[in-house]
């Protein structure tokens, strides 16, 4: 009896120490992921463009998500401009990980001219099959070549290009989406998409427009 109280008194210690652990590694995973989210909900973008208004906020009010992101592209609206005219599943892709968002098939890195002329209502495809008003986004509204808005019943994907002097351009983007739970359990999955997956793709396709964009526009002037 004697000896097995020492055993039992240890076994509760180790418990304890486990559940403390576990209580800290749940808290620095919570504390993580608040500074991540902070840091990639407006990469890129200045507190002026995280603050201004964009098409499309008035959509969704209360949306449980908003990002605000932004990069620099050393060449004009004009030359940018027809780089997110193109983008789409079965279009031009989204310059980004073509694997993963674009079943293996490479992003054009030209300017396709069957593609330039976009109207109000036509569909920006996310993936693979028929689009539809959950899986695609349609053209809400567009001002060429200074910004473009798409939307889904639960979310808006805007775009502005701003002149940024020296012939350069801001290209602001935002994605506002509404959570909710009449949507289960889709929201399930739409959350994590959002909150973890959304970001890597998005800078990649930043940086690809960026690339693609400044390429032409240095090709042009030789």
């Not at 959570?179 to 959002?194: A, E, K, N, Q």
């Amino acid at each position: 009896m004697n000896g097995l109280e020492p055993k039992a008194a240890c076994r509760r210690r180790r418990g304890g120490q486990n559940r403390a652990l576990g209580l800290l590694a749940l808290a620095a995973t919570a504390i993580a992921f608040a500074l991540y989210r902070r840091w990639h909900l407006r990469w890129g973008a200045t507190a002026d463009e995280v603050a201004a208004s964009m098409p499309g906020d008035e959509f969704f009010p209360g949306a449980g998500f908003e990002a605000t992101r932004a990069i620099r592209i050393d060449a004009p609206p004009e030359a940018v401009w027809p780089w997110l005219a193109q983008v789409g599943f079965g279009r031009a892709g989204f310059y980004s990980y073509d694997l993963l968002d674009n079943l293996g098939r490479r992003s054009a890195e030209r300017i396709v001219p069957g593609l330039q002329a976009l109207a109000v209502g036509d569909w920006i495809p996310m993936m693979a099959g028929r689009p539809t008003e959950r899986t695609a986004f349609r053209v809400r509204a567009f001002e060429e070549p200074r910004w473009m808005l798409w939307a889904k019943p639960d979310s808006s994907w805007a775009w502005r290009l701003e002149p940024a002097g020296d012939g350069a351009t801001r290209l602001v983007t935002r994605v506002r989406c509404r959570y909710s739970l009449r949507d289960f359990p889709g929201v399930l999955l739409t959350i994590p998409l959002l909150e973890l997956a959304d970001f890597p793709m998005m800078r990649r396709m930043l940086l690809g427009m960026k690339h693609r964009a400044e390429r032409l526009a240095r090709e042009t002037a030789e």
